[in-house]
């Protein structure tokens, strides 16, 4: 039995299983309070520390795999001494002003750790080997239960809604070609899973290697994941869901006429007109589709009224009655950074800020993060970063990958935790245009362009990175890109 759990193939195979089940832990019900309340942190949490763990103990202490041994423990050593140092600078902040952005050990130490699950995974996949074979079913699999999972609570009107808490949407697709349908974010729906971005993220990394798979080896099953996935993102009604498919779709086709063309690639008419065909019924099914706009902002037209009613000019208003009217949730200005504490930093916003630049959360949070910074922030915070859990304390944790982890864990820790990504993409490209220019071909593209896309949607969107549902396949892709990079490339002994 010892023998068996030291077998790279069984811990292939555990790895696999755990990762085909995420969607599975990504349940919204793991995640509310009465469940956390009850084991301090989501059972999802400590599940996924717990089989990583597993893992990495398995992977680190087999026999096959010294000679890594020393680069884990290197760079494992250089996040010991980024978290002692960045708890020493950021713990220790005067929060008189701003009673709020609380410093909390445990939640910041919990969140490097979480920061770090990506990292190990990549390290076991690279280890294991997992062949494109692997790779792919994976893919397939995770993308066939995470739609089924979206489409089949839409049909049953059991989804929540994309946005705006945990409410059941008002109805289903069919409800979408109707005259009296309700609004957007009434039909745009995320299944049960905890956050629209973050799915959204999800089936943008998943998408291009759908699509690859779909022309691989065409098959019925294959085009029918595929379907599946433009149906859940048109559901998912962010922009990046309902965008993002036929942008990817047209990419991946584009690609693959290319390679026909110049790599002389066989031609499959069969997988390209049915790829059309299926593009064409996404076409037109996102005409009716909830599309929602999450950054309605400045109305000039309540302005004018108001100013008409009583006879004033804009420029004799007061912040306290010009806010109303900025089109900035009025959560922000009330609540979460208060007008009466951090009244000149308001009067900027509103009467220096162009109303395209103030307009919506992210743009909100945005500037409240710089004026955080440079109320607040020491010497080392550009470096260190000013904590994770002071941000999340105050309900300020800007929507933009990462913008905020500059503020949170700062350059240095971006270069831990996510530039390895980045890092991973530049070598494959380096090796595939200048060394072997035979891995120059349509997988490589999908896996880079699964990787670099998230990424981008990362910084547009926010939410992405950090949350385990993405980042566990983000460094499955990634680890998998970095094993087809020769060693001799990259200097490793």
């Known amino acids: 039995m010892i023998e068996k759990i030291k077998d790279d193939r069984f811990i292939k195979k555990l790895l696999i299983i755990f990762l085909a089940v995420q969607p599975f832990l990504d349940c919204y019900l793991l995640y509310t309070d009465s469940i956390i309340n009850i084991f301090r942190f989501s059972p999802t949490t400590i599940i996924r520390f717990l089989i990583i763990g597993f893992l990495v103990l398995l992977v680190f202490f087999n026999k096959n795999n010294k000679k890594s041994r020393k680069w884990v423990i290197l760079y494992g050593a250089f996040i010991l001494i980024y978290t002692v140092l960045h708890h020493l600078t950021t713990y220790n902040y005067d929060i008189s002003k701003f009673a709020t952005f609380k410093y909390n050990f445990i939640a910041e130490i919990f969140y490097i750790l979480r920061m770090m699950l990506p990292l190990l995974v990549i390290y076991i996949t690279y280890t294991l080997k997992i062949t494109k074979e692997e790779l792919i079913k994976l893919v397939l699999l995770v993308a066939f239960i995470s739609s089924t999972i979206i489409i089949g609570m839409n049909l049953l009107t059991i ?33 049960w899973f905890n956050s629209a971005n973050q799915i959204s993220g999800l089936f943008t990394l998943l998408l291009p290697l759908v699509v690859y798979s779909v022309f691989d080896k065409f098959n019925y099953k294959r085009l029918t994941v595929l379907i599946f996935c433009l149906l859940a993102m048109l559901m998912i009604g962010t922009r990046v869901a309902a965008l993002g498919w036929l942008l990817i779709l047209g990419g991946m086709l584009f690609a693959y006429v290319f390679f026909c063309i110049i790599k002389h690639l066989n031609f499959d008419k069969k ?10 019924f996404g076409g037109v099914l996102f005409i009716f589709s909830p599309l929602v706009n999450t950054n309605e902002g400045f109305n000039p037209n309540k302005l004018d009224a108001y100013l008409k009613e009583n006879k ?18 009025n ?57 994770y859990s002071r941000f999340e304390n105050a309900k300020i944790y800007l929507e933009e990958d990462f913008s905020v982890h500059y503020y949170t864990i700062g350059i240095l820790g971006i270069i831990l935790f996510l530039i390895p990504y980045i890092a991973i993409i530049i070598l494959k490209i380096c090796n595939m245009l200048f060394i072997d220019r035979k891995s120059f071909n349509y997988f490589s593209i999908g896996l880079l362009s699964s990787l670099s896309l998230t990424l981008v949607v990362a910084y547009l969107s926010g939410h992405i990175v950090d949350e385990l549902i993405v980042s566990f396949y983000m460094a499955v892709i990634a680890g998998y890109i970095l094993q087809t990079i020769p060693k001799n490339f990259l200097n490793i002994n």
Request: a negative charge.
């Open 331 to 387: 959560e922000f200005y009330t609540e979460l950074y208060p007008l009466n504490i951090h009244k000149p930093f308001w009067e900027y916003v509103s009467f220096d800020i162009p109303d395209t630049k103030r307009g919506g959360n992210r743009n909100v949070q945005g500037l409240i993060s710089k004026d955080i910074e440079s109320n607040f922030s020491n010497n080392f915070s550009p470096i260190l970063g000013m904590s």
């Open 271 to 280: 997988a390209f007109l049915s790829t059309i065909i299926v593009g064409g």
């Open 312 to 329: 004033i000019n804009i420029n004799d208003m007061t912040v306290e009655e010009f806010l109303p009217f900025s089109g900035i949730n």
């Open 159 to 191: 989804s929540l809604t994309s946005y705006g808490g945990n409410y059941k949407i008002s109805g289903n697709i069919f409800s979408w070609f109707s005259a009296d349908k309700p609004g957007p974010r009434m039909l745009a729906s995320k299944g």
